[in-house]
């Protein structure tokens, strides 16, 4: 069970709210109601299937479109995009999320990046 955080870029169409519909007895007519705002980057903190099954469930509730997805990690040395800088941030990120993970009862992390 090796946890990993995977960050998940969307098309974008800036339309970046949930809508609802709802009845105004007063005026007799429906209106839309903004009610959320949705992320177009998020980052999700989990094991592979937890992040699979999250991923899912954010793309049905929000209706985006999934265009992009990286793994987030530490780059080894030989690597082409190796920054000792980049490396010692994210190791510092990783951490923060591992605990945050076991503090949440083994929960998936839905990080916004955006």
Request: charged share 30%; net charge negative.
């Amino acid at each position: 069970m090796g946890l990993i955080a995977k960050d998940f870029h969307f098309y974008s169409d800036n339309d970046h709210y949930i809508r609802t519909k709802k009845w105004d007895n007063l005026l007799q007519r429906y209106y839309a109601d903004c009610t959320e705002i949705i992320a177009t980057s998020i980052r999700i903190f989990g094991t592979q299937e937890q992040i699979e099954e999250t991923k899912n469930k954010y793309i049905e509730y929000t209706g985006l479109a999934l265009d992009e997805v990286y793994t987030f990690e530490i780059e080894p040395k030989n690597s082409y995009f190796y920054n000792k800088e980049a490396n010692d941030i994210a190791a510092m990120k990783l951490e923060i999320y591992e605990k945050m993970y076991n503090d949440n009862n083994k929960n998936p992390l839905i990080i916004n990046l955006k």
